[in-house]
């Protein structure tokens, strides 16, 4: 069983800055697809961002893009969003997630169908 923790969460200003990291307990998740999804209050969940294993392709969702970077640290065995720039409808749970089945990575990725494990999710609120 692949436990995920996601962590960095918090309250921030409009226009301030978090970086979230998601980690794995026991697993390496430096060979897996890693995926950041949100779920806003009375919204569905939505894809954010997404990386693959290995060559480093990267997706964001359009309210994203240019804002939140998605990069990895395998030294440390963690994913890391580093979100820019937040607005008060970036408010969410946020929520990382892993694919442990080597599927073909695209766009799909942004998709949730596309991971095996999520993490429990960490709060960030931007307000003033």
């Known amino acids: 069983q692949v436990q995920l923790v996601e962590s960095g969460g918090g309250l921030v200003q409009p226009g301030g800055s978090l970086r979230l990291s998601c980690a794995a307990s026991?697993?390496?998740?430096?060979?897996?697809?890693i995926g950041w999804f949100r779920q806003a209050p009375g919204k569905e969940r939505e894809g954010v961002s997404c990386?693959?294993?290995?060559?480093?392709?990267?997706y964001y969702a359009d309210s994203v893009k240019g804002r939140f970077t998605i990069f990895r640290d395998r030294a440390k065995n963690t994913v890391y969003l580093q979100m820019n720039s937040l607005k008060p409808e970036d408010t969410a749970v946020y929520y990382c997630?892993?694919?442990?089945?080597?599927?073909?990575?695209?766009?799909?990725?942004?998709?949730?169908?596309?991971?095996?494990?999520w993490g429990q999710g960490t709060q960030v609120t931007v307000s003033s």
């Open positions: 997630a892993a694919d442990w089945g080597f599927r073909p990575f695209g766009s799909s990725c942004l998709t949730d169908r596309s991971y095996d494990y």
């Open positions: 026991g697993s390496t998740l430096n060979d897996h697809a």
């Open positions: 990386i693959n294993k290995s060559d480093g392709r990267r």
